[in-house]
């Protein structure tokens, strides 16, 4: 059965630090791979995917993912995390969602 | 252009009853997904409609649950008789093609006491 895995339930950085999400997902012939984006009280929102072509995506608000198909991952970076972008973060494949990664950020 | 629309936000209700949740999707979509995430656990894939046909219900937890989404718009969830393991957020989205990027609603809480 294909899944996503998210390793990090909890992650806190400070503001300016960079940022990386790991996402692991099961081999399937065609990656349709994304990270959506939850911040309280909202609905979730798409920040990238990878379909085919370049295998370094960038999304909105200045995050990007790597598809590296040997590992079978999808980690989400961002340079220099802000306080806005303490939320809640998902990757999925096709249908299937990982549990999240909720993400803390200090001052 | 509008997105993704579900009522209610929040609905509690007590075990035996029924609770009907709605989606709007957005227009021009033929796709809607409805998905539910129970206690902080994984996002989980309940349904697919293509238009008005399911085109994959796998994910459907039981019989208790029955989905519709006549003429192809606006899609239903009714739970019927609510227990309290169905307890959690149930997220609609719609997208253009299978597969695709879902732009999703923000969810209906569902409390069962």
């Known amino acids: 059965a294909q899944s996503v895995t998210q390793p990090d339930i909890h992650i806190t950085v400070s503001e300016g630090a960079s940022l990386e999400l790991r996402c692991n997902y099961s081999?399937?012939?065609?990656?349709?791979l994304f990270w959506y984006v939850q911040s309280p009280g909202q609905g979730l929102q798409l920040l990238l995917k990878?379909?085919?072509?370049?295998?370094l995506v960038q999304g909105i608000k200045g995050f990007e993912a790597e598809f590296k198909r040997s590992q079978s991952s999808f980690n989400l970076r961002k340079p220099s995390v802000h306080w806005s972008d303490a939320a809640e973060y998902f990757c999925?494949?096709?249908?299937?969602f990982g549990t999240g990664t909720r993400l803390q950020v200090f001052p | 252009e509008a997105g993704v629309t579900q009522f209610p936000s929040h609905s509690v209700i007590e075990k035996g009853q029924t609770v009907t949740l709605r989606c709007d999707p957005i227009?021009?979509?033929?796709?809607l997904y409805w998905y539910r995430r129970v206690m902080g656990k994984e996002i989980k894939f309940l349904l697919h409609f293509v238009k008005e046909s399911k085109q994959d219900e796998s994910g459907m937890p039981n019989n208790r649950f029955l989905a519709e989404r006549t003429g192809g718009t606006y899609s239903t969830l009714k739970v019927q008789p609510a227990e309290l393991e169905d307890s959690g957020v149930y997220f609609c989205?719609?997208?253009?093609?299978?597969?695709?990027?879902?732009?999703f609603g923000q969810g209906t809480r569902l409390t069962v006491v």
């Open positions: 990878y379909f085919s072509g370049d295998t």
């Open positions: 081999y399937g012939a065609t990656p349709y």
């Open positions: 989205a719609s997208s253009q093609g299978d597969g695709r990027a879902a732009f």
């Open positions: 227009s021009g979509h033929d796709n």
């Open positions: 999925a494949h096709k249908l299937i």
